[in-house]
Structure formats: C-alpha cells, structure tokens
C-alpha cells in the first residue's frame, strides 16, 4: 500500500516483482495513474481514489511553493494530506479484505496498520526514506543541516507528532468502523515502537548507513529497483542521443513549479553555458526547450536513459536519486522539497555530485558552473562508476521476501 507521486509508486514494482517470483501473489494499492507501471510488472492492482497530479496543481498545492522553508512546506503539506487521506480508507479496507500481510508505505502506515490490526492481518513497513528519529542526522523531510545528536532527536520526534496529527482523525473513525479499541495515532506509534515494529528501507547502506541508535527492527536493505525489464527509448530520442555527445539531462519528476517557462529558459541556458546539450523531461512541472541541441521527453525509463547520460540533474527525490547512482553518472542535485536536501547533501558528500542547486530561485550561472564541474571534473565520474558497481551487487528484495515468508507463515 502506498501513495504520492511516481517516485512512490515505482520501486514498489521491482519489490513486488521480487516477491512474485518468490512465490507470493503480489496486489500493489495504489493511485490509478500508476497503473500502467503495476501491470507491466505482471502485478495484481487496487486502485486508490485521489490523484495526486491532480492535487498538486490545484490551489493548495500550488500553495506549497509559497513556503520557503521545510518546516513550512511541511505544514502545510500536513493540511493538505489530513483532507486526502479519509478519501482513501474504503479502498484501503477492501484491499485488505483478500490479504495474508501488508506491506505498508511510509505515506500509508498508520492507517494501514489500523487495517491491518482490524482484519486479523500481520504487516511490516516498506520505507523509502529514514524516518524514525536518530542523533546521527535531521530529519530527512525537513531538509536541515544537523541541530546536534540531541536536536536531530528532538525534531525526529517532532515530525512524528506532526505525521500523526495527519492521520488522527483518519484513524480514529476507522478504528471504530472496525470494531478496535479507540487508540490515538501517536500511542499507536508508540505501541509498535514497543513491539519493534519491522520496517524495511529501500536504499543502500552505502548511501545512508543505518543509524547505531535506532530501534531494533528498523532495516535498510538495499535498493528496490523499478521494474524496468526490456526497457526502451522512443526512436526519435535514440537518434537525438546517437547524433552527438553524451547529453546532459534534466528532470524535476513529480514536483510542480510556479512557472514552468521561466525555468526552462534558464535550463537550456545552463546547459548552453556548460557547453553540453540537453534532455529535459517535460514532467508534472510541464517544462519544455526547443533547439537542435535540446530534446524534450515525457516518461521514459531512467534505466535505459541515464546510463547514456554525461550527467543527470534532478530534483533528488529518493527514486531518481536511486536511478542516478544505478546508472554510474555525475549528478547535480536541484532539491525542491521535503527529504530531497537531504539526498541532495548526500550525493555531494559521496562525491558524486559537485554541488547542489536548490530550485527556488535557480539561475543559468549557478546551474551552468555546476554542470560543468560534473562533466569535467574526473573524480565524480570516477565516483559514480564504483559506487553502482556496489550496488548492482546488493539484493535488496531478498531481506523482504524472507520477512514475508516468516510473515506468512505466522
């Protein structure tokens, strides 16, 4: 069960797969946008009613981009998601209805879990970002620098209590439709902190290693690659690729901005300045370029497309972030949101990355000098080729298909 954008919705077909040829049926519930991607993993679908493209371009979530800050994004992203999620609850029930375990995603596990308890049914967490709170660094969603190993604590705990006021109401009601005790979100939480609630991370403990002061029962497997088999890229984009260089790419997924045209103009003339040319996907954010040296994509597999990148800039949402480092290419991170400063910092401290841009407010020189310390300075390359020679070599299924077998078999 998971729900957001794309880049919640992929790795969850590579994991599903996974555990398909495991032996397990497999249904992924989720958005119906996603659809397309579940069923070419040969995977079961339940649909969720919200659509969440829909939502960010609406006026509350073209309001997320008045927010300057973490804190005040995640504000008012809390607002949003409390009047979203209760839309999805009968859909949520019913899948539950055909289950033997759920596996929940961090954007749907309190109230997974109370469907879970509610059907008799056992779960585990499947997270794509490290979320229980840790001295060892900020929360990932607030995009901080570290506040020390006792703010770092402080503030993991308070998101918490900021995620639980998300699903409160949610959860309420649905506890009473199911016939449980009436229990609040936070001592929900807190019950299965107590009984070491497993949750399995799907990233690289070369990329964040599991922190020494979490809880037992907090895992971090390795990555969950999308589905992508027999991946191919339209005709007209090999020709583009095959007629010059390799070209640098440009992408922001699932994030929306204010004004797409702006931005665009400025891209191609980073891109221009770094003296490379461009791929850039038109993505949520509806960015285009024109020119013989420009190519614009809507999705295309990033599996295929990266690996024939010079570099990729991207908004380092936690799924793009995987397939950059995958693909063995410098990257130069453009953080928009929530938990991408934090993989932003990360791919500069790994070495891969340069610099990081942040998007609010981006310019062509800015961009332009990173890109061209990506392509020209040899230690990020080098970088990028080791570190996905690593993780080509790490299964991160394995550990989730053993927890569902042991589940399973409960």
């Not at 040829?21 to 992924?28: D, K, L, P, W």
């Not at 009436?182 to 107590?194: D, K, Q, V």
């Amino acid at each position: 069960m998971t729900a957001g954008s794309r880049g919640d919705a992929a790795p969850y077909t590579g994991l599903g797969h996974g555990l398909a040829r495991g032996g397990h049926e497999v249904t992924v519930v989720t958005h119906s946008c996603f659809e397309p991607l579940v069923a070419a993993a040969g995977l079961g679908f339940h649909p969720l009613p919200v659509d969440p493209r829909a939502e960010l371009e609406s006026a509350r979530g073209r309001a997320l981009h008045r927010s300057s800050t973490g804190v005040g994004k995640l504000a008012r992203m809390v607002g949003m998601t409390r009047s979203l999620v209760g839309r999805m609850t009968d859909s949520l029930v019913a899948a539950a209805g055909a289950a033997d375990v759920l596996l929940l995603s961090s954007s749907l596990a309190p109230v997974g879990h109370a469907v879970a308890e509610g059907h008799g049914l056992p779960s585990m967490g499947v997270y794509l970002q490290p979320l229980a709170p840790t001295g060892e660094f900020a929360p990932a969603v607030l995009g901080t620098r570290s506040l020390g190993a006792a703010g770092n604590r402080l503030a993991g705990r308070a998101v918490n209590v900021a995620v639980d006021q998300v699903f409160a109401d949610t959860t309420r009601a649905l506890r009473a439709r199911l016939g449980l005790a009436p229990l609040g979100s936070r001592a929900a939480r807190r019950a299965r902190e107590r009984r070491d609630w497993q949750v399995h991370h799907g990233f690289s403990r070369l990329v964040v290693p599991r922190p020494g002061d979490w809880r037992p029962g907090l895992d971090v497997t390795g990555y969950w690659w999308p589905y992508d088999r027999d991946a191919q890229l339209p005709d007209r984009l090999r020709e583009f690729l095959d007629a010059g260089p390799p070209p640098v790419y440009f992408g922001l997924g699932s994030a929306t901005v204010p004004d797409p045209e702006r931005l665009g103009g400025e891209v191609v003339r980073a891109l221009r300045a770094a003296g490379v040319r461009g791929v850039v996907q038109r993505g949520w954010a509806g960015l285009s370029v024109t020119g013989d040296d420009m190519f614009t994509v809507d999705e295309v597999p990033h599996s295929a497309l990266f690996p024939r990148m010079a570099a990729v800039v991207h908004h380092a949402g936690a799924g793009t972030t995987a397939a950059a480092l995958r693909a063995g290419v410098p990257a130069v991170p453009v953080p928009v949101q929530f938990d991408e400063a934090f993989w932003a910092a990360r791919l500069v401290s790994l070495g891969v990355a340069p610099s990081a841009v942040p998007l609010r407010g981006l310019r062509a020189g800015a961009l332009g000098a990173a890109v061209r310390r990506a392509v020209t300075e040899p230690a990020h390359a080098r970088r990028a080729k080791a570190l996905s020679a690593l993780l080509r070599d790490e299964d991160g299924v394995r550990p989730v298909l053993v927890a569902v077998d042991r589940l399973a078999g409960a």
